[in-house]
C-alpha cells in the first residue's frame, strides 16, 4: 500500500543529494567561528561569515528537507541574531511559500505596548456583548407592553 503524498515524512538527506546542506554547515563553521573570535580577528572573521551568509543565499535548494532545513536555519539566526537584513528576510519568505507554511517566515516584532492593545481589543468586545444583551432586553421589555 503506497503513503499518500500528504502523509509522506522528510527523512535525513545525505549532504551530497542538496548542496544547501553544505552551504548550512558552513555558514554554521563560520559563524561560530566569528563568534569566538579575539577582537584582534573580529573584523576577519566577520567578513567571512558574511561571505558564508552570501555563499547560503546563493546556493539553491534541490530537496524539500534542503528548503526546510534552510527555513529552520534562517529562523534561528533572524530570531537570534536580529537580522534585519532584506535578502535574508526575502529568502525566508520565499521558502515558506515554496514549502506552503501557514506561519511567518519571521516572527513578528514584539511592541511593547501590544499587552494594552490586547486589553483595549478584549475591553471593546465586552462592551459590544454588553450593549447587545442590554439593548435585546430593552427590546424584549418594549414588546411586552405592546
Known amino acids: 500500500m503506497a503513503t499518500p503524498p500528504h502523509a509522506r515524512v522528510?527523512?535525513?538527506?545525505?549532504?551530497?543529494a542538496?548542496?544547501?546542506l553544505a552551504a548550512i554547515?558552513?555558514?554554521d563553521e563560520a559563524w561560530a567561528v566569528w563568534q569566538s573570535a579575539t577582537d584582534a580577528l573580529v573584523a576577519r572573521r566577520h567578513v567571512e561569515v558574511e561571505g558564508a551568509l552570501a555563499r547560503l543565499?546563493?546556493?539553491p535548494c534541490a530537496t524539500q528537507f534542503g528548503a526546510l532545513a534552510l527555513l529552520r536555519h534562517l529562523r534561528w539566526h533572524i530570531q537570534h541574531d536580529g537580522i534585519t537584513d532584506v535578502a535574508v528576510l526575502g529568502r525566508a519568505a520565499d521558502l515558506a511559500l515554496y514549502l506552503r507554511l501557514d506561519f511567518?517566515?519571521?516572527d513578528p516584532a514584539r511592541d511593547p505596548i501590544a499587552p494594552a492593545l490586547r486589553l483595549l481589543s478584549d475591553l471593546g468586545e465586552a462592551v459590544a456583548a454588553l450593549s447587545l444583551i442590554c439593548g435585546g432586553l430593552v427590546v424584549v421589555g418594549l414588546?411586552?407592553?405592546a
Open 104 to 106: 511567518p517566515a519571521v
Open 25 to 27: 554547515d558552513h555558514h
Open 18 to 20: 542538496d548542496p544547501i
Open 143 to 145: 414588546a411586552t407592553f
Open 10 to 16: 522528510i527523512e535525513h538527506v545525505p549532504f551530497h
Open 57 to 59: 543565499l546563493a546556493t
